[in-house]
């Protein structure tokens, strides 16, 4: 299913960022997706289950952060607007 072929692929993610171990990932969803919504605006993933308490993990301690679709992101004084659609590339084509 798209499910576990997102948790294959998460767990590729969380073994990378461990391999580095001041690296952090930020995960925002696309609208080409197959696992997710595909309108706008896009809540971010859900990893692991809250019940059980194992979220902490598969993020590494907040080291790995799941963004909605579109987001402003603040990287110490850097304040960046995410999306993931090439706006740039629609707008060229309705200029052609």
Known sequence: T??????VLYQRIVAAARAVPHMRVVLQPSLRDIHHDDVLPQPPYTVGDDAAGDTDELTLGGRIVCVP?????RINEL???MLSDDVLRHLSGDEV
Do not use: E, H
């Open 79 to 81: 304040v960046v607007g």
């Open 2 to 7: 798209y499910d576990t072929l997102f948790d």
């Open 69 to 73: 679709n579109p987001c402003v992101l």
